[in-house]
C-alpha cells in the first residue's frame, strides 16, 4: 500500500476524526492527517494552501454530509471554485453515518466527489480506496 503524504478529514464530530486519525494511522495510509470540525475552517485552510503552498494540498479528503453551520454539499460548492490545478490533484470522498440514499446517489453523481461511504472508517474502506481510486488525481 502506498503512502499518501496528508489526508484532511472534514467532520463535526471529535471522536470519529480520532477513529479515523488512529484507523490511517495504523493502516500507514498516510503521513499526515489534519482535522477540522466546521468545514469553514477546512475550507479556508484548502484555499490558503492552493494559493500560497499547493504542495501541501492534501492528496485525499474524507467529508462528512450533515455538519452545523456548512455542510457537505456547500462545502463542495465552494470547492469547486478552488483552483483545478491542485483539486485534480486530491481525490474527495463522503464519508458519513447518514445512509439517506438520496445523499448517497447526489455523492456519487458529483463531479469532485470520487465515491461515498458509511461511518466508520474502516481499513476494509481503506484497502477500497487504495485499489479502485489512488491515481484517481
Known amino acids: 500500500m502506498s503512502v499518501l503524504k496528508t489526508i484532511l ?15 490511517i494511522s495504523n493502516e500507514k495510509f498516510a503521513q499526515k492527517v489534519i482535522s477540522y470540525e466546521r468545514a469553514e475552517e ?4 484548502l484555499k ?4 500560497t503552498e ?4 492534501p492528496e485525499l479528503i474524507f467529508l462528512d454530509v450533515n455538519m452545523p453551520g456548512m ?3 456547500a462545502f463542495l460548492e465552494e470547492y469547486e471554485k478552488l483552483p483545478e490545478q491542485v483539486t485534480r490533484k486530491c481525490c ?3 464519508l458519513s453515518s447518514a445512509v439517506d440514499r ?18 466508520p472508517l474502516s481499513p476494509e474502506t481503506l484497502a477500497i480506496i487504495q485499489e479502485d481510486h489512488m491515481g484517481c488525481a
Do not use: R
Open 42 to 45: 477546512a475550507l479556508s485552510f
Open 92 to 94: 474527495l470522498f463522503m
Open 71 to 73: 455542510d457537505g454539499w
Open 9 to 23: 478529514l472534514i467532520d463535526d464530530d471529535q471522536i470519529n476524526n480520532f477513529v479515523c486519525e488512529s484507523i
Open 102 to 119: 438520496k445523499d448517497i446517489v447526489c455523492a456519487k453523481s458529483h463531479s469532485m466527489v470520487k465515491d461515498f461511504f458509511s461511518k
Open 54 to 57: 499547493p504542495d501541501i494540498f
Open 48 to 51: 490558503v494552501c492552493a494559493l
